[in-house]
């Protein structure tokens, strides 16, 4: 009997090495331990950035996560992924296509402001969202409420085959760099409101779209203010190899995406297979359903729409990080250090061009996730987050400055621009 007194004691050791393991584990996965802080910031010392920071204060205050699970990029992202936001609202626009060269038809969704803008200007902006979304997404929803309210026209594209309630008129779909209907779009607002100014935002492949649209063509960036990129990872080439490593579950986040990509890709079969022979289609399909990554989709199907002979051509072709440095309005590039998607190594792009370019700011934040950028107290976030308010306060700042200022002969905000040299 002697021997068995002990085993009370031993149990209890096991339930409390039990609930400290799990307490570890939750402290772990959740990341408790991490602090906060404000964005780790790259940028040169001039008159104009100085002026954004003072004016922005996100972009120099902590960006305070939700206490219990806002530190997890994973949870920030899976949030955003299913969600998108919380209770967020239904703005009213009016749908626009528009036919393009090669039969496409090019949606996008207008929305008028819901005020005057604080300079008394009209200022649009030009919205790109993220990989196969469009307008009816929740956080484009959010963020255009945000906007409207607070005097901005907003033109979200609805990215070529991404609404499952538009046919495609031609065999083609949204690729990751293509610019065209995004350039569709923002001529259109130019010829509609002779007299607005754009304010440019991408959000993750919507990111690399308009900076590489932006670097294209130096005409591109006439009328334009600012631009704003969220979360792009730059380079589809140095991507690709970060995203077949199961580091951050990148892997898993991987296949997740492809399995969304072929959904659209599917939904649109006739327009896109249609024209070619049984056989053809068959093995199109084949190894559509067979892929498990991004990858093979882009090398099977997607490269395919633009005529690159090679994955590899594909994703240097798309890319913004050729383009990017022909940039020269201000240019706003955020990221997150716990951003599931968005390899560290990628980071070097935005970090290198903010410390050699004048008009480039990098806020780099410890937590967000991608695209989540939640905030909120303990447990429930917001439904406003802190991407939504630095979008609109870094805006804000440069209308202010350009408002402020006396006018050069060319009216625009650029790198080395007369507005520079005389503050």
Do not use: C, W
């Given at each position: 009997i002697s021997d068995l007194i002990p085993l009370p004691a031993m149990f209890d050791g096991m339930k409390l090495a039990a609930v400290a393991t799990v307490l570890y584990i939750i402290v772990r996965c959740l990341n408790l331990k991490s602090p906060t802080a404000p964005p780790d910031l790259t940028y040169q010392d001039t008159p104009l950035n100085r002026f954004l920071l003072k004016s922005c204060p996100q972009l120099t205050k902590e960006y305070i996560p939700p206490l219990l699970w806002g530190k997890s990029g994973h949870l920030q992202t899976a949030l955003y992924g299913?969600?998108?936001?919380?209770?967020?609202?239904?703005?009213?626009?009016?749908?626009?296509y528009l036919p393009m060269q090669d039969g496409a038809t090019a949606t996008f969704d207008l929305f008028e402001p819901l005020g005057d803008h604080r300079t008394g200007d009209d200022i649009t902006m030009v919205i790109c969202p993220g990989i196969g979304n469009h307008s009816e997404k929740h956080y484009i929803r959010t963020f255009v409420d945000y906007a409207q309210k607070d005097g901005y026209r907003c033109a979200v594209l609805n990215h070529l085959g991404a609404l499952p309630n538009i046919e495609l008129?031609?065999?083609r779909m949204f690729t990751y760099g293509c610019t065209w209907e995004f350039a569709a779009m923002v001529g259109y607002i130019k010829r509609a409101y002779p007299q607005t100014q754009l304010i440019v935002v991408g959000f993750s492949l919507g990111g690399n779209i308009v900076c590489k649209f932006l670097g294209e063509n130096r005409t591109n960036q006439e009328r334009v203010l600012c631009c704003v990129s969220v979360c792009q990872g730059y380079s589809a080439l140095r991507a690709q190899e970060t995203?077949?490593?199961w580091d951050q579950f990148r892997r898993f986040y991987n296949f997740l995406m492809a399995d969304n990509m072929k959904k659209i890709i599917l939904s649109h079969r006739h327009s896109l297979f249609g024209g070619s022979s049984v056989k053809t289609i068959d093995t199109e399909l084949s190894r559509?359903?067979?892929?498990?990554?991004?990858?093979?989709?882009d090398d099977n199907i997607m490269r395919k729409f633009h005529g690159h002979s090679s994955l590899k051509e594909y994703y240097e072709k798309e890319s913004c990080v050729h383009y990017i440095h022909n940039v020269n309005v201000p240019l706003l590039l955020v990221n997150s250090a716990d951003?599931?998607?968005?390899?560290?190594?990628?980071?070097?792009?935005?970090?290198?061009?903010?410390?050699?370019?004048?008009?480039?700011?990098?806020?780099?934040?410890?937590?967000?996730?991608?695209?989540?950028?939640?905030?909120?107290?303990?447990?429930?976030?917001q439904p406003l987050t802190w991407m939504d308010k630095v979008i609109v306060g870094y805006a804000n700042a440069i209308c202010q400055w350009k408002k402020q200022k006396p006018p050069c002969q060319s009216g625009q905000l650029s790198e080395g621009s007369c507005v520079e040299e005389k503050a």
């Open positions: 299913k969600l998108g936001r919380v209770s967020s609202p239904h703005p009213t626009g009016i749908r626009k008129t031609s065999p995203f077949l490593q559509l359903y067979t892929a498990t990554s991004l990858m093979q989709i951003d599931p998607l968005v390899h560290d190594s990628l980071l070097t792009i935005p970090r290198t061009l903010s410390a050699k370019k004048q008009n480039v700011i990098f806020a780099l934040t410890l937590h967000g996730g991608h695209l989540g950028f939640f905030e909120g107290a303990v447990l429930f976030p």
